[in-house]
């Protein structure tokens, strides 16, 4: 079976919404007997001092859990997707705290990143969810 990027971004967003590492651990797997190769990585802390780490975390995280190898390309493109998924939440969490995970996805050339956060604001929380999608060859 072929999938698209529609997909991808569904894997993607499953992995960031996975709430323990055995549950990512499943979903891995799962997704692997389907091509699709898939990472997850916690993050919290202040969003705008934060989004530099969160790119470095995504790239890492993919790198390790082999959804990219370590080229230029494969690497900006989680890079680029992932400042796609935080511009979503730009406004919602300017100047306040997030936590939460981020997911990669990719079957062949379709990377999508999802990031999933709880955004603070001493108990008044929010929650918010960014996606973004590179094609690499």
Do not use: C, P
Request: charged share 25%; no cysteine.
């Amino acid at each position: 079976m072929e999938y698209g990027s529609k997909k991808v971004a569904s894997v993607a967003i499953k992995m960031a919404l996975s709430e323990s590492r055995e549950e990512e651990n499943r979903l891995k797997q799962e997704f692997a007997r389907q091509g699709i190769r898939a990472a997850a990585v916690d993050y919290g802390g202040e969003f705008v001092g934060s989004i530099q780490k969160i790119v470095e975390r995504a790239v890492v995280a993919a790198k390790r859990e082999g959804v990219i190898r370590e080229t230029h390309a494969e690497e900006g493109a989680v890079a680029g997707a992932t400042r796609e998924a935080l511009s979503q939440l730009l406004f919602k969490a300017l100047g306040l705290n997030i936590g939460g995970k981020i997911g990669v996805a990719r079957y062949h050339d379709h990377i999508s990143v999802a990031v999933f956060f709880g955004i603070g604001l001493l108990h008044l929380d929010e929650v918010g969810i960014g996606l973004g999608h590179r094609a690499v060859s």
